[in-house]
């Protein structure tokens, strides 16, 4: 029956996504960026809303009033990644406008790629550490300045469940250099929808969010610490079993 479920999910995506795709194209001239966006959160909308109720994806969601309390700040959200999940479901689930920081390769990616490149994104090339550095503060202080919130998975790539691995530093040199918020969040997607995994699994996905950890105090070091510790003893406390000791 998973099997079944997850066929019939990838032929939805494989046939809806096009078509949104094109609707997209269509109606982006003629709307602002901030309608644009709304529009494409539909298209995640939908295919969190499906992964619910075709394949068993619950999720339940730990923290919202320090999201609430910070409505009015800028804020850089850095989050575990183990899923593709988190990449489609947070844009659904998030009261504020998000920008995405990801590597260029995804603009390559018929339909979804294209539709990322007509929003307020920042692409990077990371085979060019310094210009990418450069490209994620200059148009990161711009976004923010516009009132949107950052998004960023620290850890570069998506890890499997229980994986520990090296955070990168630069969602917290971002974070010093313009003076926003950083909240953390943990999740335990992974194990309902793995890395690239065809297969979903059935399920309840904890979305744990932090309290917000003021930038204007710490310096870039500082604030990468008290992120990552956060999220790392997050986890361990929303997915206890994955960390237990071999």
Not at 135 to 153: H, T, V
Not at 186 to 200: I, M, R, T, V, Y
């Amino acid at each position: 029956m998973i099997f079944i479920k997850s066929f019939l999910f990838f032929v939805f995506l494989l046939a809806f996504t096009p078509v949104y795709a094109i609707i997209c194209f269509i109606a982006f001239p003629f709307m602002s960026a901030g309608k644009r966006y709304e529009l494409v959160r539909g298209w995640n909308m939908t295919v969190t809303g499906l992964a619910k109720y075709l394949c068993g994806i619950h999720y339940e969601i730990i923290g919202m009033e320090n999201v609430v309390a910070m409505m009015d700040k800028p804020v850089i959200l850095m989050s575990k990644h183990q899923s593709a999940w988190e990449t489609i479901a947070f844009l659904a689930i998030m009261p504020k406008q998000l920008c995405f920081v990801f590597k260029r390769e995804l603009l390559w990616i018929p339909f979804f790629g294209w539709a990322l490149g007509m929003l307020r994104m920042i692409h990077i090339n990371r085979s060019k550490t310094a210009a990418a550095s450069q490209s994620i503060a200059s148009q990161g202080k711009k976004y923010l300045s516009k009132g949107l919130w950052i998004i960023i998975f620290p850890e570069g790539t998506r890890t499997p469940v229980g994986a520990n691995t090296t955070y990168l530093k630069g969602g917290a040199r971002l974070a010093n250099a313009t003076n926003a918020w950083v909240i953390p969040i943990a999740h335990n997607a992974g194990h309902c929808w793995p890395k690239n995994g065809f297969l979903k699994y059935p399920g309840k996905i904890t979305v744990s969010i932090g309290p917000a950890i003021d930038s204007s105090d710490k310096s870039a070091g500082e604030l990468h610490t008290a992120m990552e510790n956060w999220i790392e003893k997050e986890m361990r406390v929303i997915d206890a079993p994955a960390y237990k000791p071999n």
